[in-house]
């Protein structure tokens, strides 16, 4: 028998790659020997450098775990190297997807750590821009004669296409607004005009009187309106008749088929346009009623009186649902709601001007600079460029423009010899009344004398040597 020492593979595990094939010859079994001992010492190179190749070895004398540990690490160098890959044309400038993690938790954590700062750090109060001043530039166009009274009232249809006048010589008049033409004379009432309102659809006009009367008047055909009335159809409407003084205020309500009233008699009327009846009589005040309105959507009337009160009504109901007076209770000579319905702009005899808060209850702003201690005279508000102004009437003859939020005076034109009694705005149209029988007419000028359509104009105007001005005489800029 052999020794140990001859047999240096007993004690080694046989495997199936380590015993020959029985078919084998003794020689072919020597060289299968030492080509196995090569394919070891290969083995062994390839495992001491494992980088330095990604081919796997042949040998069959591998073991499991080394066979899995070697494609694990293929593997995971395939997907690191995909990655790599995958990532590099994104990020150039990334070196190792190790730096890549490290950056981006850096970053994560300055953003962090801004965002706790900013949370903790107060922030700069953001300033409101300053309110910029609206910068009208209305001047006298037209000086419309043919009263030969004092002219109480001129207002704008609703189209901005005529203007109505009511003059103490017992007459009304229409005129071309864009032209200044006369139009049309309406004759009627037995003594002074006061007072006039449009309806919204500019078709009829309606008149109070000092003979304590009301005519509702057909703009067409310049003769009073015809009822509705099946039992008088195609007839013409007799006078509104039930107040028992003087008729000083009327307004329309948006939709037309509304008109309020107040008169010398304290009381507040609302007619029904259609039918040409008295729908509610409301005992407004203990004063001659001076001025009254409608809000935008026809709910409420706002009426004001020489008692020093305002009150708002519900107008379905006739309820009182607001009573406005300031502390020092000066007369109020003309009211009148916001275009948007929340403010109600009264004008007093102690030369202000005051925007109430009827919600509220309280005075939000004071406009002053006119003169106004004697008579009623109107005030408005007014609509350039989306940006609403305040305009009033003068007992000076001056018209005064107030900015709405600064109360700062932005404009003040020169009108009439006189008393200016009334004031009416349709966008870049004004027009006055006044105490020298006279209507003027001012347009909004653009870029320092020159009209929309690009009409050079004169600058200023004398207006005491102004003469009547016919249709011919005129030409305008688009307006």
């Known amino acids: 028998m052999a020794s ?53 070895s042949r040998s069959p004398s ?53 965002t706790r700062t900013d949370s903790l750090s ?20 037209l000086a419309l004669h043919g009263h030969t009274h004092p002219i109480s009232q001129v207002r704008i249809s609703p189209n901005g296409r005529f203007i109505a006048s009511a003059s103490a010589d017992a007459t009304l008049k229409i005129w071309d607004a864009s032209t200044g033409a006369h139009m049309d004379t309406l004759v009627g009432h037995m003594a002074g005009v006061s007072c006039l309102a449009w309806t919204p659809d500019s078709n009829t006009l309606a008149s109070g009187s000092d003979d304590k009367t009301i005519r509702l008047w057909d703009r067409v055909t310049g003769r009073p309106r015809t009822t509705t009335r099946k ?31 107040g008169s010398y008699d304290e009381a507040v009327f609302l007619w ?26 026809g709910t409420l009337v706002v009426s004001c009186s ?42 007093n005899l102690d030369n202000c001007i005051r925007l ?11 406009y002053q600079g006119h003169l106004n201690e004697k008579f009623a005279v109107g ?16 007992e000076d003859g001056s018209i005064v423009l107030w900015d709405v939020k600064s109360k700062a005076v932005i404009q003040r034109v020169e009108g009439h010899k006189g008393v200016c009694f009334w004031v009416d705005v349709h966008g870049e149209t004004m027009v006055s009344a006044g105490q020298d029988h006279t209507v003027r007419v001012y347009r909004h000028i653009r870029d320092s004398g020159v009209t929309q359509n690009g009409a050079a104009t004169e600058e200023t105007q004398d207006l005491q040597s102004v003469l009547p001005i016919h249709q011919e005489d005129v030409e305008m800029g688009n307006v």
């Open 122 to 141: 107060p922030r700069p109060r953001q300033l409101t821009p300053p309110h910029e001043l609206l910068k009208p530039n209305y001047r006298a166009r």
């Open 231 to 261: 039992s008088a159809t195609g007839q013409e409407m007799a006078p509104l008749k039930g107040h028992h003084n003087y008729i000083h205020c009327l307004a329309f309500s948006p939709k037309g088929n509304i008109l309020a009233s």
């Open 4 to 56: 140990e020492e001859e047999r240096p593979d007993a004690k080694r595990r046989r495997t199936d790659g380590d015993s020959p094939p029985p078919y084998m010859s003794p020689k072919d079994r020597d060289d299968d020997a030492e080509h196995r001992a090569s394919g070891a010492t290969r083995r062994l190179s390839i495992r001491q450098a494992p980088r330095a190749s990604r081919t796997m």
């Open 356 to 366: 109430w808060d009827y919600v509220a209850g309280s005075v939000k702003k004071t």
């Open 62 to 114: 591998g073991d499991y775990n080394s066979r899995r540990s070697s494609r694990s690490r293929l593997r995971s160098r395939s997907r690191s190297t995909t990655r790599s890959d995958s990532r590099s044309p994104l990020r150039s400038r990334s070196r190792s997807p190790s730096s890549s993690r490290s950056r981006s938790r850096s970053r994560s954590q300055t953003s962090s750590n801004r």
């Open 306 to 347: 020489t008692d020093g009160l305002i009150r708002v009504w519900d107008t379905s109901t006739g309820q009182c649902l607001r009573t406005l007076v300031h502390e020092d209770n000066p007369a109020v000579a003309n009211v009148c709601f916001s275009p948007n319905g929340r403010f109600v702009l009264a004008s």
């Open 272 to 297: 029904d346009v259609r039918a040409g009846r008295l729908m509610r009589s409301l005992p407004a005040h203990s004063d001659p009623v001076s001025g009254i309105d409608f809000c935008r959507d």
């Open 379 to 394: 005030g408005c508000f007014g609509v350039l460029d989306g940006e609403p102004f305040i305009a009033s009437a003068s």
